[in-house]
């Protein structure tokens, strides 16, 4: 069991990290909810366009595991 609140506690790291990522971006406020697929594969293919920097990179990859946490 505890192994299962290491990985809810993981991803809920990871949820809050993107947040404060995409907080400081220049991203449509309806498109920062992360619950929903729709928002997660739409800030895949946009989040690049008006941000740049390492941010960006690293902003990609939790978007690619939170889209594997929902699928």
Do not use: C, Y
């Amino acid at each position: 069991m505890s192994e299962i609140n290491n990985l809810d506690m993981f991803q809920d790291a990871g949820l809050l990290r993107l947040t404060q990522l995409l907080e400081n971006m220049d991203i449509p406020k309806m498109r920062r909810d992360l619950n929903k697929p729709s928002n997660i594969r739409w800030l895949q293919r946009n989040v690049a366009i008006n941000n740049k920097g390492p941010q960006v990179h690293e902003v990609f990859e939790l978007l690619r595991r939170e889209w594997m946490r929902l699928k």
